[in-house]
C-alpha cells in the first residue's frame, strides 16, 4: 500500500489547506527540451565566492541577454569558462570570484 498522505490517524493539520502541490523542476525551471538551454559541469573553484563548486551542474540558457553581474559560460580561445559578467568603461570583462 502506498502512503498518499491523505488518510492519516489523529490530530488534522490545520495548514492541510495550505499544502502546495509537487514542484516539477524538469518543466518549471530546468526545461532542457528547449534549444537553448543545456547542462554544463563545473570544472574547478573559480566561482566559489559565488557557491558555485567543482563538479556542480549549470542549466544554461544561451537565449539570455548579457546582464553584469550574472555567471555565464564563455568561450574565450578554445576553452570555456564560467565567470561573472561585468561591464567596466562600456565594455565586457569576465572574472572570476578569486579575481
Do not use: K
Amino acid at each position: 500500500m502506498n502512503y498518499q498522505g491523505d488518510r492519516t490517524t489523529g490530530f488534522a493539520s490545520p495548514a492541510g489547506d495550505n499544502i502546495e502541490g509537487t514542484i516539477d523542476l524538469m518543466s518549471a525551471a530546468l526545461d532542457l527540451r528547449q534549444p537553448s538551454r543545456y547542462p554544463v559541469r563545473v570544472e574547478g573553484d573559480a566561482l566559489l565566492g559565488r557557491s558555485i563548486r567543482h563538479g556542480d551542474i549549470l542549466v544554461v540558457d544561451s537565449a539570455v541577454a548579457p546582464r553584469a553581474g550574472v555567471v555565464v559560460v564563455a568561450s574565450v580561445g578554445d576553452e570555456l569558462r564560467v565567470c561573472e559578467l561585468t561591464q567596466r568603461a562600456g565594455e565586457w570583462w569576465l572574472r572570476s570570484s578569486s579575481s
